[in-house]
């Protein structure tokens, strides 16, 4: 296409190196590269552009130069199945989120190969800044009744049938504005997880994410 500031070979493989070739996004980092089944090697990595490397494209930064878009630090490496997702969801991935994995992944590979591992702690602090009234209705929810774990999300027009022996929560889209491109930020933090079945938006709160709701405002 015309007009886009691609990356360059060299620089593709760069970003590649740098995050160890494994996907950069915290939840998944799958290898992209191993054996094809048979005596070859196939890779299903991308180097996927923070800031697009075109007008009208995902996160489009039009203060850089065409060296800054062309350059490794405007990379990020990722499987095809994440630079799908992170370009088709612009909403839950921020270029400052994307910025974020990137240096996770360069972080664990640079550890990795020197014999030490992390564990990417997630700041709930930092999420509950981002959606307040939503996660202070969780954290009221979840003070009430401590053991319920699972939610499901729905309009107030719709009715739910539920288990009167495994009560959830409910949360209504009339009352949270985005309230599903919240809930996906929610899964990027390890907040939530989703059990989506019978056509009804299901969630379940992480432990971790339980705990803090639990802790002494």
Known sequence: MANRDDFRAPVIRTIAQRAGYRCSNQTCLRPTIGPDGASDST?????AHITAAAERGPRYDPTLTPDERTAAENGIWLC???SRLVDADIASHSAELLREWKTMAEMRAYLGIRGFSIVVSRSYKK???????????MRNDIVKDPFIREFIVMSKKWSYNGDPENP????YF?????????????????????TTYNNVDRFEFTEEFAEYLLMPV
């Not at 999420?127 to 209705?137: D, I, Q, T, Y």
């Not at 959830?168 to 949360?171: R, S």
């Not at 009339?174 to 997880?193: F, G, W």
């Open 43 to 47: 890779s299903i990595g991308v180097a």
């Open 80 to 82: 095809q199945t994440c």
């Open 127 to 137: 999420l509950e800044e981002k959606m307040p009234h939503l996660v202070a209705e």
């Open 168 to 171: 959830i929560f409910t949360y």
């Open 174 to 194: 009339e009352t949270h504005e985005s309230l599903r491109p919240k809930l996906k930020v929610m899964q990027n933090y390890d907040a939530i997880i989703e």
